[in-house]
T-cell receptor
């Protein structure tokens, strides 16, 4: 079975632009979470979606938004890009919502560079 | 979220055991202890988790202190492929934690041939 896939793998944008990152979860997984990892730091939680509804949100500005589609894939959108948005964006999927210590499976990430 | 404290870095030789410590003195009674690792240029991957009892799987063992205020991830025979950043994470069993993993700085493990 394919793992979590993310596209694109790399992306270069300029300040003020917007970006859309995509994630396909493992087949059968209904929960998708997004993380931002700045160089040298651990990943920071941005969003979780379960059954197409937002179930958790981290401390990120409203420029960050996401959605989940009926096939459980997900998009992360970032508007008005800033230099500080340069990071590795990770998507993780799991089979259930929290309430059990379910394993989260991460994709390889999308590396975004904002110039 | 309860906080974890890990050493910034550790070193090991290949084929030797590695003990990676984690302190979590403010852990609540329902928090699970999870370990993830992140190999270079990859997303994090699950290693092991536990609640109260010691746990073993094919990747590692998790030893949890009796008072649950600390735990140790044990790699029984380190290989070069185990060189990674290891994250100790506490996860609540529901409520508002949902799918959120709170990563700290982690421990950078270097394995020498």
């Amino acid at each position: 079975d394919a793992g979590v896939t993310q596209s694109p793998t790399h992306l270069i944008k300029t300040r003020g632009q917007h970006v859309t990152l995509r994630c396909s979860p493992i087949s059968g997984h209904k929960s998708v979470s997004w993380y931002q990892q700045v160089l040298g730091q651990g990943p920071q939680f941005i969003f979780q979606y379960y059954e197409k509804e937002e179930r958790g949100r981290g401390n990120f500005p409203d420029r960050f938004s996401a959605r989940q589609f009926p096939n459980y894939s997900s998009e992360l959108n970032v508007n008005a890009l800033l230099l500080g948005d340069s990071a590795l964006y990770l998507c993780a999927s799991s089979s259930v919502l929290a309430g059990s210590p379910e394993t989260q499976y991460f994709g390889p990430g999308t590396r975004l560079l904002v110039l | 979220d309860a906080k974890t404290t890990q050493p910034n870095s550790m070193e090991s030789n290949e084929e030797e055991p590695v003990h990676l410590p984690c302190n979590h003195s403010t852990i609540s009674g329902t928090d699970y202890i999870h370990w993830y690792r992140q190999l270079p240029s990859q997303g994090p991957e699950y290693v092991i988790h536990g609640l109260t009892s010691n746990v073993n799987n094919r990747m590692a063992s998790l030893a949890i202190a009796e008072d649950r205020k600390s735990s140790t991830l044990i790699l029984h025979r380190a290989t070069l492929r185990d060189a990674a950043v290891y994250y100790c994470i506490l996860r609540g069993a529901g409520g508002t934690s949902y799918g959120k993993l709170t990563f700290g700085q982690g421990t950078i493990l270097t394995v020498h041939p």
